[in-house]
């Protein structure tokens, strides 16, 4: 299938401004707005005071002290005073620096959810859950109301030579949303019945989403050897999945292009081991290609059938880049034949200046399918917190060859397609522990147009919502 040169050239110009973010970012290191607080990185600790929690003022050792502050404007930004900042499940660095899985975000990133401490041991319970009301326009649009919600509760702590973690995250997606997904023009990927693929629909997040257990040691004081095994949980591939990032959670809806970066992030079976070296990280996972099938209330079949590797390094305090590679082996139920190869690069980077703190995340994507074809997606989504108000938009380009269900005579064709989102959030009752806020974005989504006939000219979609956070 041939791509159009318009394609081409803005993939290129895509990924020419991703490698400039990542090689430009470092270099301008000293020019950045420092973010406040903490205005600098942690010390690492001393390699057998890994959690050198201590409890705050008028808080007993073992009393389970909440690490937060009364107000909630304050409460929305850095959770942590600087000696009490606990360090990593995977190593001896501030915990901020841990997202999704086993991946690393800026150091300076938010950190909502509800934080506990008991001796050595560190607890994190976050969760969010979005009330919404979906409205996807042209031919090929839908209406629905439906539920996007997930909640985790991480703990780890010393344990003989290392330390040890566990994870757990769990969504009520299999019932608030429903085997059929939600209605999202251009969304492709997974089945509802494992007969018909899902087309401009997202599918549900299966009931768990990650269980998983991790140990580490750690030889010297910025440095780590670690281990990851979930069942399911998230290998080393792609950047933190956009329901943790905070430049994409603020979006009730997925990206289009997730089956091109993040959606590895429920894989049933995975086992990662990793190094860490100050602002390095380098690991290997395997795990089992396969996506979830449609059943989203059971426990699949582990299987180590397809690898990944990941290089990590957060330069700053504010910046986060990754590049990694996975081989998935069949990963779609209704294509088994075909293999993927997966490559992906990111930058997330924090801007933060007078309680203000923008996230944006930049990414590329290519799934080299078995069958010859190469196709990308690109990704820019950033996000803005000012006071009470929260403002959001992400860009999107994709390429798919699964917008037209099989049998159609032009099933297989590559189309490149956009997608423009903008948004706001206001918190109406920004109270501690559950915060509300509600919400409502638009769309724009655009086709080639030869599927004019199929999607209508640069449909409109929106959403409107009620989001409560653990916070
Ligand atoms: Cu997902």
């Known amino acids: 299938m041939r791509k159009s040169g318009m394609t081409k050239r803005r993939t290129l110009a895509g990924a020419a401004a991703l490698w400039l973010a990542i090689f430009a970012a470092p270099a301008a290191r000293g020019d950045e707005p420092t973010p406040e607080p903490p205005a600098e990185p942690a010390p690492a600790p001393a390699p057998h005071a890994a959690h050198p929690h201590t409890p705050r003022k008028g808080t007993e050792a073992g009393q389970m002290p909440h690490v937060h502050p009364a107000s909630p404007q304050q409460s929305k930004m850095f959770h942590f005073h600087h000696e009490d900042m606990p360090t990593g499940m995977f190593g001896p660095y501030p915990l901020m620096r841990e997202s999704s899985g086993t991946s690393w975000q800026p150091e300076s990133s938010l950190h909502e959810g509800l934080h506990f401490a008991r001796g050595t041991w560190t607890t994190m319970v976050h969760g969010w859950a979005n009330a919404v009301w979906d409205h996807q326009g042209g031919p090929r649009g839908d209406e629905k109301i439906f539920g996007a919600n997930m909640v985790m509760g991480r703990t780890h702590g010393k344990f003989g030579p290392g330390t040890l973690g566990f994870s757990a995250m769990l969504s009520a997606e299999p019932w608030t949303i429903g085997k059929q997904g939600y209605p999202l023009l251009l969304q492709t990927g997974e089945s509802a019945d494992g007969v018909k693929p899902l087309i401009d629909r997202q599918h549900p ?14 030889p010297d004081p910025t440095g780590s050897l670690f281990v990851y095994a979930g069942l399911p949980g998230e290998p080393a591939l792609g950047p933190p999945v956009f329901m943790h990032r905070m430049s994409g959670e603020a979006f009730p809806e997925a990206p289009i292009g997730h089956h091109w970066l993040d959606a590895t992030h429920i894989s049933y079976g995975v086992l990662t081991a990793g190094l860490v070296d100050g602002s390095w990280k380098f690991e ?34 504010a910046l986060a880049l990754q590049t990694s590679y996975g081989r998935l082996h069949s990963p779609e139920a209704l294509e088994p034949d075909v293999d993927v190869d997966r490559t992906t690069v990111s930058a997330v980077m ?24 190469n196709l ?12 009470r108000s929260t403002w959001m938009t992400r860009v999107e380009q994709v390429e798919k060859d699964n917008l037209l269900p099989p049998g ?21 009752w920004p109270r501690y522990p559950v915060s509300f806020a509600v919400g409502g974005f638009a769309s724009i989504s655009r086709t080639p147009d030869e599927l004019d006939p199929v999607y209508g000219k640069n449909p409109v979609s929106g959403m409107v919502f009620v989001r409560a956070v653990l916070r």
């Open 205 to 218: 997040h299966d009931l768990w989403m990650e269980l998983a257990t991790s140990y580490f040691i750690s």
């Open 284 to 317: 290997g996972s395997l795990f089992r290609g396969r996506e979830p099938d449609q059943n989203r209330l059971d426990i699949e079949q582990p299987r180590l059938d397809s690898h990944s590797f990941r290089l990590s390094l957060n330069p700053t305090p």
């Open 350 to 373: 924090n801007a933060s200046r007078n309680g203000r703190l923008v996230q944006t995340t930049i990414a590329w994507g290519r799934n080299h399918e078995s069958t010859g074809s």
């Open 376 to 387: 990308e997606a690109f990704l820019l989504e950033s996000t803005a917190r000012v006071g």
């Open 408 to 428: 159609d005579p032009r099933a297989g064709k590559i189309y490149d397609v956009d997608k423009l989102s903008a948004g706001y959030a206001f918190d109406v």
